[in-house]
């Protein structure tokens, strides 16, 4: 999955909030959960796997920062081992997580947490050129 988002320096609509850039299933202890947070300025990317805090795995960028008031790039992979973000084009975090990914039944959100919970979880930006594959690619 990858996507576009112009950064606001207002983005967050709250400190106390994460602010959603994308939400797949509800919320992080769903099964099927992937979600792409931002506080901070830190990147976060959730994949729950089986559903409930103990099979959440989560890495946070610390290689690549957030360009605020401009475009960035972000791509999400997992090929059933490593969980992988990409930051404008550069590997930002990647972690271990070794099992296969079940798919849940909950809608997918940009912009926003998927279950629409939580106190200020809305994006203050802009998410554009959103694309989703079933596939792995190649550079």
Do not use: C
């Amino acid at each position: 999955m990858e996507f576009w988002a112009f950064v606001p320096a207002d983005y967050q609509p709250t400190e106390k909030a994460p602010t959603y850039l994308l939400s797949l299933n509800s919320n992080e202890h769903a099964e099927g959960n992937v979600s792409l947070i931002v506080v901070r300025e830190s990147i976060r990317v959730h994949m729950n796997i089986g559903g409930g805090p103990s099979n959440l795995a989560m890495l946070t960028n610390g290689k690549e920062p957030l360009n605020l008031e401009n475009w960035n790039h972000f791509a999400i992979t997992y090929d059933g081992e490593t969980l992988k973000l990409y930051l404008n084009g550069q590997l930002a975090a990647d972690t271990h997580v070794g099992r296969k990914r079940v798919a849940g039944k909950g809608g997918l959100a940009f912009g926003r947490r998927q279950d629409n919970s939580g106190d200020g979880s809305h994006f203050r930006g802009v998410v554009y050129e959103i694309r989703i594959y079933d596939r792995s690619l190649s550079l």
